[in-house]
């Protein structure tokens, strides 16, 4: 059973306000309250429920919790279809029963692990829908090894939720039926819907047209390395072999007397021998201004309440 933070906002949204009150993740700053037109998350629920084919018969199911918006969309997702809805308790062990086929079930990356652990209950969904981070690559190529059809989502809580999706293995993310796309001076994407005013981003694209994307990293972590751009996110998509299993880790910014910023390479609770083996792997897969210049362990990352890394 959910802790109730479900039915507390199922009271809000037919109470008599047309706004919703919901709070940014924090991932990338101090988590801020918000309001949010029930009238843009009703287009952006069906939005999702016209992607996904969801309707009066879909069964939905969702493990995540209703403070954030990823819950609370997929409560909004099945009173705007009229589907059943199964709400879960967030726990890294979703799909708690055996539910029977479940249309559309949205994950963190936190929950992939016990789901391909589970074969027998992850066969049973139709759509896997990932969110709030990216996942790790073994996952993905364990999903599609699997066969289950799974979407990765790029969105906020300001944009009620993802606005465009990506096929696992695929890099390139395209927008939901009525998004549009386009760059600011920085590089960074811009978001416009109909009825809403568009929302900058600080997320440096590689904008393919209107419609699609390649996310290549946060304005705010670029590292500028001798006066050459270097994107972390990319470093660790390009590393992400190499990192033994159960290793959590990410690419830094560092400071150095000659190229003024370099990437340093964090890993959480290692022992330093093998911190060391990570590197020298590390250094000889990248190339250039994109080798990490040192590791630093932590014994624990900082991250949000909803399990985003905060660098």
């Not at 809000?12 to 843009?40: C, F, M, R």
């Not at 330093?272 to 201004?289: P, Q, W």
Request: hydrophobic share 40%; with cysteine.
């Amino acid at each position: 059973m959910d802790d109730g933070k479900a039915l507390r906002f199922i009271e809000e949204w037919y109470g008599e306000s047309d706004y919703v009150t919901a709070h940014t993740s924090g991932s990338t700053g101090t988590p801020k309250e918000i309001q949010l037109p029930k009238s843009l998350m009703r287009a952006s629920a069906q939005s999702t429920n016209n992607f996904f084919g969801i309707d009066e018969n879909s069964l939905l199911l969702s493990p995540l919790s209703a403070e954030f918006i990823a819950g609370k969309m997929m409560i909004v997702r099945a009173i705007e279809s009229k589907s059943k809805l199964i709400v879960e308790a967030p726990s890294n062990q979703p799909m708690a029963m055996d539910y029977g086929t479940i249309d559309l079930l949205p994950v963190v990356p936190s929950q992939i692990e016990w789901l391909l652990n589970n074969p027998q209950r992850l066969s049973k969904v139709r759509n896997l829908l990932i969110g709030g981070a990216a996942p790790k690559l073994s996952d993905e190529i364990a999903l599609m090894s699997q066969g289950i059809n799974t979407w990765i989502s790029y969105g906020m809580t300001e944009t009620c939720s993802h606005v465009a999706l990506r096929k696992i293995l695929d890099d390139k993310y395209t927008a939901l039926p009525g998004i549009e796309f386009q760059q600011d001076e920085r590089g960074c994407l811009e978001i416009s819907r109909e009825g809403f005013e568009g929302v900058i981003t600080n997320d440096i694209v590689e904008l393919i047209n209107e419609r699609e994307f390649r996310w290549l990293g946060r304005y705010d972590n670029v590292i500028n390395s001798g006066g050459i751009k270097v994107f972390p996110e990319l470093i660790e998509q390009k590393i992400a072999r190499i990192i033994p299993q159960g290793v959590s880790y990410y690419i830094g910014k560092g400071t150095n007397a000659r190229w003024g910023e370099v990437p340093v390479l964090y890993l959480e609770n290692v022992e330093a021998t093998i911190a060391d083996e990570i590197l020298a792997k590390c250094r000889v897969a990248l190339e250039g201004a994109e080798r990490p210049n040192e590791v630093k362990i932590v014994a624990k990352f900082n991250r949000t309440a909803n399990g985003k890394l905060r660098r």
